[in-house]
Nanobody
């Protein structure tokens, strides 16, 4: 069964950092590009980072560039999102996603940025 499971969310103060993890199972992670998305309350889901299958190429929207870093450990079948200098407006559920014949999404992990 193809599955993505996010973890690492929680409460963090503005300016703080968190590292999210996405554990993959049921498919060969190293063959697939991976992405992180987020969805804030009342807003549409938005892309925050992508990484190519070998981990050589990454891409970020301007809103997180320089603060977020996506990485992967294919041997551990895990993709990471390091988030620094977090802002209150980045409170959201964070999801990882891949495309394997169809879109595959995890259930998400909640990140709350608040003092």
């Amino acid at each position: 069964q193809v599955q993505l499971v996010e973890s690492g969310g929680g409460l963090v103060q503005p300016g703080g950092s968190l590292r999210l993890s996405c554990a993959a199972s049921g498919f060969t992670l190293r063959n697939y590009d991976m992405s992180w998305y987020r969805q804030a309350p009342g807003k549409e889901r938005e892309l925050v980072a992508t990484i190519t299958s070998a981990g050589i190429g990454t891409n970020y929207p301007d809103s997180v560039k320089g603060r977020f870093t996506i990485s992967r450990d294919n041997a551990k079948r895990t993709v990471y999102l390091q988030m620094n200098s977090l802002k209150a407006e980045e409170t959201a559920v964070y999801y990882c996603k891949t495309y394997r014949y169809r879109e595959v999404w995890g259930r998400g992990t909640l990140v709350t940025v608040s003092s």
